[in-house]
């Protein structure tokens, strides 16, 4: 099985907001991903604005539509409305994108870091996920490798799981990542067993993304940023992108 591409492209905003202005222009990194056959554009809008913005989302959706692609948005469901940020919801009631996913990061959280858990009260997470879901979104939950009570996700009516791969990328640079690989593969299992998708994503890079798909089960999606980005700041968009591509077709 084919695993899809989603190129995430945060850090190009990141670049732009940091002088102000237009450049580089988050469209046209974008639409050189998608040109190269990257499967999908990944956003993740925070409400502090340090990265993509409201404003970005139009015209990336309208890419995404003119390749056939998806826009995956990723956020925080109860992060709350302020000047500047509507709300993820109301931006995805704007935009309509193919999957929405859900992330429990703070505010000021630098990245996100850590997912879900459903071994408590899941009620207001519920309502969240219908809400997304009646705008036609498929909603993937975002959880740590290992979590538990996979069966309650599902029965909220989330359609995938992203595993957060940041301890997997940890321990594969330290060169002790079977027992994060084992875990990510069992969590991907249990998932799965669940009647859920499995999308993942964070510090995935070509060095270990291969290693990843070769023990993790029907892998659906990753979507991969921070480290994509930087790789094209040495061998472009199309390299980069078709490197990827070759690694999830394998």
């Known amino acids: 099985m084919s695993t899809r591409l989603s190129v995430n492209v945060n850090k190009v905003a990141v670049l732009r907001n940091s002088r102000g202005g237009r450049d580089p222009d988050v469209q046209a990194a974008a639409l050189a991903c998608l040109e190269a056959g990257a499967h999908g554009i990944t956003v993740?809008?925070?409400?502090?604005?340090?990265?993509?913005?409201?404003e970005d989302l139009p015209p990336l959706a309208t890419l995404a539509a003119r390749f056939g692609v998806e826009l995956n948005i990723e956020g925080n469901p109860f992060a709350p409305p302020r000047t500047g940020y509507p709300g993820l919801l109301a931006l995805c009631e704007q935009v309509r994108p193919a999957q929405v996913t859900l992330v429990p990061?703070?505010?000021?959280?630098?990245?996100?870091?850590?997912?879900?858990?459903?071994?408590?009260?899941?009620?207001?997470?519920?309502?969240?996920?219908?809400?997304?879901?009646?705008?036609?979104?498929?909603?993937s939950l975002f959880v740590d490798p290992g979590v538990q009570d996979l069966d309650r996700a599902?029965?909220?009516?989330?359609h995938r799981v992203e595993i957060y791969t940041g301890?997997?990328?940890?321990?594969?640079?330290?060169?002790?990542?079977?027992?994060?690989?084992?875990?990510?593969?069992?969590?991907?299992?249990?998932?799965?067993?669940?009647?859920?998708?499995?999308?993942?994503?964070?510090?995935?890079?070509?060095?270990?993304?291969?290693?990843?798909?070769?023990v993790v089960p029907d892998v659906l999606e990753v979507s991969i940023g921070h480290a994509l980005i930087g790789e094209a700041l040495y061998d472009g968009f199309d390299a980069t992108v078709r490197t990827y591509l070759a690694i999830t077709a394998r």
């Open 44 to 54: 993740h809008p925070r409400p502090d604005r340090r990265h993509i913005v409201a």
């Open 105 to 139: 990061d703070g505010d000021g959280q630098l990245t996100s870091d850590h997912g879900f858990v459903f071994d408590r009260d899941t009620t207001a997470l519920s309502a969240q996920v219908a809400a997304f879901a009646a705008l036609g979104c498929r909603v």
């Open 167 to 214: 301890p997997y990328a940890g321990a594969f640079a330290d060169g002790r990542e079977e027992a994060a690989l084992e875990q990510c593969a069992d969590t991907a299992r249990r998932a799965q067993a669940a009647g859920l998708g499995v999308n993942a994503g964070h510090d995935l890079s070509q060095a270990n993304l291969g290693r990843f798909l070769d």
């Open 154 to 158: 599902a029965a909220m009516g989330a």
